[in-house]
T-cell receptor, first 113, second 110 residues
């Protein structure tokens, strides 16, 4: 595997379910990000991790819970989501010294029923 | 007012045409300017990266930044059907927070 991978690629969940999104980067980067992409809206930054430490939480509701066990893996734990949370969730990574050049995974398309 | 404004299109042009994509912004502290290309059902792919004002060329693609006007452009010469995608502009003050435009959906017709 190369680049940034995300699993699952598609997810349908009910509002009472708990699920997790996984991201893995094979680029040797130390910074990882979660973004939300909704229809007709710009990409929204959700969380930033540098060297496994969360350095930014962009006022994200607590029903989204990130986890970064090491510099290569990033998770987004989901619970009691709302239908308006349906979107494409994108993971990205970068080198801390080149933080503007972020490399994205293919995303997880999430549908909340 | 949005921090970054980008016409969502859609924009449709014939193959071989020169395409001009634009974004305006309001934050004068932005120093880094990026263009991403996103194909359907894929993640965004970094296309061009420019620091401060000026032009940058890479093959058929040219990125321009005019900080005095708070305006950036991406030009695509000799456009190909494979260039059909959504193009996202993104900007940063130098921290890790990228601010994206809404994206312009571009179709190149054979």
């Amino acid at each position: 595997e190369t680049g940034v991978t995300q699993t699952p690629r598609h997810l349908v969940m009910g509002m009472t379910n708990k699920k997790s999104l996984k991201c893995e980067q094979h680029l040797g980067h130390n910074a990882m990000y979660w973004y939300k992409q909704s229809a007709k809206k710009p990409l929204e930054l959700m969380f930033v991790y540098n060297f496994k430490e969360q350095t930014e939480n962009n006022s994200v509701p607590s029903r989204f819970s990130p986890e970064c066990p090491n510099s290569s893996h990033l998770f987004l734990h989901l619970h009691t989501l709302q239908p308006e949370d349906s979107a494409l969730y994108l993971c990205a990574s970068s080198l801390p010294s080149e933080k503007e050049t972020q490399y994205f995974g293919p995303g997880t398309r999430l549908l909340v029923l | 007012q949005k921090e970054v404004e980008q016409d969502p299109g859609p924009l449709s042009v014939p193959e071989g045409a020169i395409v001009s994509l634009n974004c305006t912004y309001s934050n004068s502290a932005f120093q880094y300017f990026m263009w991403y290309r996103q194909y359907s059902r894929k993640g965004p792919e970094l296309l061009m990266y420019t620091y401060s004002s000026g032009n940058k060329e890479d093959g058929r693609f040219t990125a321009q930044v005019d900080k005095s006007s708070k305006y950036i452009s991406l030009f695509i010469r000799d456009s190909q059907p494979s260039d059909s995608a959504t193009y996202l502009c993104a900007m940063s003050e130098g921290a890790q927070k990228l601010v994206f435009g809404q994206g312009t959906r571009l179709t190149i017709n054979p």
